[in-house]
């Protein structure tokens, strides 16, 4: 996948805002990778801020929604993982600022 659509992809995900914390799920430092195959499937590999999160749901199929608008996209699958666990270090400094969190 070339740079300018791997960056159209992590742009598209910048539309993705976290309902509790109110900043995007890319300066949150959820989004661990963005794939997309030959045939348009699009996986994208992430996390969430706490296990058990009630609003896994919602957040998953913001990411399809806005995953929709990419042209080269056909399908999106997104694959939750724990495994690096998140903190806040995955955080942009933006998100800190925002977030009122220490550097």
């Known amino acids: 996948m070339d740079e300018a659509l791997q960056e159209n992809l992590m742009g ?17 430092g959820l989004i661990y990778g ?9 996986t994208v590999t992430m996390t969430l801020t706490a296990m ?3 609003l ?3 957040i998953e199929q913001d990411v399809k ?3 929709e608008d990419i042209p ?5 699958e997104v694959n939750i993982v724990w495994n690096p666990p998140w ?7 933006y998100a800190k600022i925002a977030l009122g969190i220490p550097d």
């Open 34 to 42: 963005v794939d997309l195959n030959d045939d348009g499937i699009a």
């Open 72 to 76: 080269e996209v056909k399908d999106t």
């Open 87 to 93: 903190s806040k270090d995955r955080m942009s400094r």
């Open 56 to 58: 896994a749901g919602h």
């Open 12 to 28: 598209a995900l910048e539309n993705v805002i976290d309902p509790e914390l109110g900043i995007d799920i890319v300066n949150l």
């Open 52 to 54: 058990g999160c009630p």
């Open 65 to 67: 929604r806005v995953m």
